[in-house]
C-alpha cells in the first residue's frame, strides 16, 4: 500500500554546472538513491547532494527549464 | 467555393475542425484503438455547436495522403485542432497545408502538446493561436473574436465535470470505408475485444493525482470535480435507446479512486442502468490492496469485466524509478485477488474477469533480471490481455523532461509517433527487448514461476505504442 504508507516527494537538487536535476522518493536521501538506478557514477558526482529545494508535482512545469 | 473531395460531407461552414490522427486509420486502420474517437474535439465541438456556431468535420484519419485532405481545404476561414504529443507531427503537416490554400485563413490550436510544449507549437508559424488548458469555458469567444486574444491563451476550464454538455457524438469523424463503417456502429464505436459492440467509450473522472513520472498529468491537467454517478448512467441510457449498448470503456486515467463515488456506483449502476453493462476501466495495484472490498465488489456487483492495472514493471527497483508509489507486494496482491475471483467464476462456468496489464520495457537503469521479473509477474495472471510498451519520454511527465534536459531522449518533434518498435531512449539496449519478447529467456523467465500458465506467445506480438 505504498502511495498509502510511504508516499514520495520531488526534489530539485542543484548541479555544479549551474542546472538542476529533478528527482524524487521518500526523502532527499531516498531520491538520490532512486536516481543511482540509472545515472552513471560521473553524473552522479555532478549532483550537490545537500543542496536541493522540495516542489510540489503541480509546480513541475515551472521548473521545466532548469534542468540539466 | 473551391474543389470539394468528392467523399467529404457537404460543406455546412466556414470553420473547420480536423481530427487528428494517422492516415488512413478510419479507412483501414492497424487495430481498433485506432479508430477511438478524441473526447476533447466531442466536448467542444458540442459546445460550439450549442451556442450556434456551426463547424465541420474533416479528419486525417479519414484520408489516405495528404493531397486528398488538401483538396477538402479550400475556402475555409478557420480550423482548429485538439494537437496531442502524437499528433503534433499530423497538426504540423495540416496547418502548412491549409495555410497554402487559405493564407488568410486563421489556425486555433489547443491541447495537451500546447500545454506541456508551449516552445514546439509556437516554433509552428502557422499555429496563430495556442490555448493551453482547458478549453471550455474560452472557445466560443476565441472562435467568434480571435483577433481579442493574444497568440497564446490560457485556457479556462469548468470546476466540475457537472458543468459539461452530454456529447454530442454524431460530431465525430465518421468511419471512412464501407469495411470500416461495417463494424464501426457509429457514433458509437467499435469493439476491441473487450466486450461486445457497440462500444461506448465514456468518462466518469479526470486527472489521476498519483506522480508517476512516466505521465505526471496532475502537474499540467487542472483539478475538477467528478461527473456525478447519475449522470454517467443517464447518458449510457440515453445511448442505448438510441443506438443499442453492448459494452463500455470508462477511459478514465484512474477510474479506481474517490471511494465514496466508487461506492454510489456500485448502488446505483446495477438498479438504474438499462443493462448492466461489462465495461474496461483503470485501477493501481496499491489501491486495490488499500480497498480490496470495494474493488471485489465492483467486479461483482457492477460487472467490471477488464481491469486495467498500471503494473509496470515486476522489480521494486524500477518501480521506483517510475515514481510508481507501488510495490511487486502490492502488484502480487492484485493479480491474486483476481486470480481468485477468477477461479470462482470459472467454477460457476461465468467468464472470469481479465487483466489489461500495462508493461513498460526499456526504461533507463532496467537491467535484465528487472525485466525477466516483470515477464514473470505477467506470466502469474491466469486472465489477461498484455498491453507491453517501450518506456517513452514524453514533454509533460517528470522523467521525460529530465531525460530530454540530459540529451538522452530519442523522440523528436518530428518523430512524437509511438510506434511500438521505436527507439525512444538513448543508451537502453532495445536488442535484449526484441529477443526477451520472442520468447528467447523464456527458460530463465519460467524458472521463478510456480506454474508455467503461459508460453511466450503471450507476449509476442503485444508490443503496443507508448
Known amino acids: 500500500m505504498s502511495s498509502f504508507s510511504n508516499p514520495h516527494y520531488m526534489y530539485l537538487f542543484d548541479l555544479k554546472n549551474g ?29 550537490m547532494t545537500d543542496s536541493y529545494v522540495k516542489i510540489s508535482q503541480r509546480d513541475l512545469q515551472k521548473h521545466v527549464s532548469e534542468l540539466g | 467555393m473551391g474543389i470539394t473531395w468528392p467523399w467529404a460531407a457537404k460543406r455546412t461552414s466556414d470553420i473547420l475542425w480536423l481530427d ?24 467542444l465541438r458540442t459546445i460550439l ?6 463547424t465541420d468535420i474533416l ?5 489516405t495522403s495528404w493531397d486528398q485532405l488538401a483538396k477538402q481545404l479550400p475556402g475555409y476561414k478557420m480550423m482548429l485542432m ?75 476550464g469548468a470546476s466540475s465535470m457537472a458543468e459539461w454538455p452530454m456529447i454530442d457524438r454524431t460530431l465525430w469523424p465518421k468511419p471512412a470505408s464501407r469495411r470500416v463503417r461495417r463494424k464501426f456502429n457509429w457514433p458509437l464505436e467499435p469493439e476491441c475485444g473487450w466486450g461486445p459492440g457497440p462500444v461506448v467509450t465514456i468518462l466518469t473522472s479526470r486527472v489521476c493525482p498519483w506522480q508517476c513520472v512516466f505521465c505526471n498529468e496532475n502537474s499540467y491537467i487542472p483539478n475538477m470535480g ?10 449510457l441510457n440515453y445511448l442505448d435507446d438510441k443506438h443499442g449498448v453492448g459494452s463500455i470503456v470508462i477511459h478514465d486515467s484512474m477510474f479506481f479512486q474517490n471511494p465514496r463515488w466508487l461506492r454510489e456506483w456500485i448502488e446505483k449502476y446495477p438498479r438504474r442502468a438499462n443493462k448492466v453493462w461489462p465495461y474496461w476501466a483503470a485501477a493501481r495495484s496499491d489501491t486495490v490492496r488499500q480497498w480490496p472490498d470495494l474493488f471485489e465488489a465492483l467486479i ?47 467454477a460457476q462456468g461465468k467468464e472470469p474477469p481479465k487483466f489489461w496489464a500495462n508493461i513498460m520495457l526499456g526504461i533507463p537503469g532496467e537491467t535484465p533480471e528487472d525485466a525477466f521479473k516483470t515477464m514473470r509477474m505477467l506470466k502469474r495472471m491466469k486472465w489477461v490481455f498484455p498491453s ?79
Not at chain 2, 486502420?29 to 476533447?40: R, S
Open chain 2, 388 to 466: 507491453i510498451s517501450y518506456y517513452a519520454p514524453y514533454p509533460g511527465s517528470a522523467l521525460g523532461f529530465q531525460l530530454i534536459a540530459e540529451g538522452k531522449s530519442l523522440m523528436s518533434k518530428d518523430n512524437y509517433h509511438r510506434f511500438p518498435d521505436d527507439e525512444k531512449v538513448r543508451g537502453v539496449d532495445y536488442q535484449f527487448y526484441r529477443e526477451l519478447l520472442a520468447g528467447k529467456y523464456d527458460d530463465i523467465i519460467n524458472q521463478g514461476l510456480d506454474a508455467v500458465r503461459h508460453g511466450s506467445d503471450l507476449y509476442q506480438g503485444a508490443l503496443v505504442k507508448a
Open chain 2, 226 to 235: 467528478r461527473r456525478p454517478v447519475d449522470a454517467v448512467i443517464d447518458e
Open chain 2, 300 to 346: 461483482r456487483e457492477t460487472n467490471w469485466k477488464t481491469i486495467s492495472i498500471g503494473f509496470e514493471s515486476g522489480s521494486d527497483r524500477i518501480l521506483r524509478l517510475l515514481n510508481k508509489e507501488c510495490t511487486e507486494e502490492d502488484n502480487n496482491f492484485t493479480i491474486d485477488l483476481l486470480n481468485k475471483i477468477a477461479d470462482e467464476y470459472e
Open chain 2, 59 to 63: 479528419s486525417t484519419r479519414a484520408v
Open chain 1, 19 to 47: 542546472k538542476k536535476k529533478l528527482a524524487y522518493g521518500e526523502s532527499p536521501e531516498d531520491a538520490l538513491d532512486i536516481l543511482s538506478v540509472r545515472l552513471s557514477d560521473a553524473e552522479m558526482a555532478e549532483i
Open chain 2, 20 to 43: 487528428l490522427g494517422d492516415l488512413g486509420d478510419l479507412i483501414n486502420p492497424d487495430g481498433p484503438h485506432e479508430q477511438w474517437q478524441d473526447h476533447g474535439l466531442g466536448l
Open chain 2, 49 to 54: 455547436h450549442q451556442n450556434g456556431i456551426q
Open chain 2, 82 to 156: 485538439n494537437v496531442r504529443s502524437y499528433t503534433y507531427p499530423s497538426a504540423y503537416k495540416a496547418a502548412q497545408i491549409f495555410k497554402e490554400i487559405n493564407p488568410d485563413g486563421i489556425i486555433l490550436t489547443g491541447g495537451m502538446h500546447a500545454t506541456v510544449a508551449l516552445d514546439e507549437m509556437q516554433a509552428v508559424p502557422e499555429f496563430d493561436k495556442i490555448c493551453q488548458g482547458p478549453g471550455e469555458k474560452v472557445i466560443v469567444d476565441l472562435v467568434r473574436n480571435p483577433d481579442d486574444f493574444p497568440r497564446v491563451i490560457q485556457g479556462v
